[in-house]
């Protein structure tokens, strides 16, 4: 329960004859740290002093044995979906994406690999092409 948020719900603000918002409320932890700190869990004893969790327990990280596997071309892959907002400038975006995308290729170990699976810009930028074609024209 330290580390768990919780949606508590939304209330119902008006602001004048017309006006209302909603606020969404939630129950937060005061850190926004993702490191597991069994020390700020306090637990209180039998005789009613508290403890920290840290003096009961050793906590370790380590990594969790794959529950399923992503296979393309019979090798293990992760594969990630890039979607644009509605407002988003897709060709713009897909630049920028691209451009991270190399960037991270550079720093990758020996033998991995990114791969393009599909593109939707290349359609956009095929159509732009045709109309500036038939504007020309």
Request: glycine share 8%.
């Amino acid at each position: 329960l330290h580390y768990q948020k919780e949606f508590m719900g939304t209330y119902d603000v008006e602001q004048g004859a017309s006006d209302r918002q909603w606020i969404r409320l939630a129950l937060v932890p005061e850190s926004e740290s993702r490191d597991f700190d069994a020390g700020r869990i306090q637990v209180k004893m039998k005789d009613g002093r508290m403890i920290g969790l840290n003096e009961l327990v050793k906590v370790s990280r380590v990594e969790e044995q794959p529950q399923s596997y992503y296979r393309i071309n019979g090798l293990n892959s992760i594969y990630l979906s890039v979607v644009a907002e509605e407002t988003a400038n897709q060709l713009a975006l897909s630049k920028e994406v691209k451009a991270y995308m190399d960037g991270i290729r550079s720093q990758l170990p020996a033998g991995y690999e990114i791969h393009t699976g599909y593109d939707a810009t290349e359609f956009i930028r095929e159509e732009l092409n045709r109309i500036y074609l038939r504007t020309g024209v």
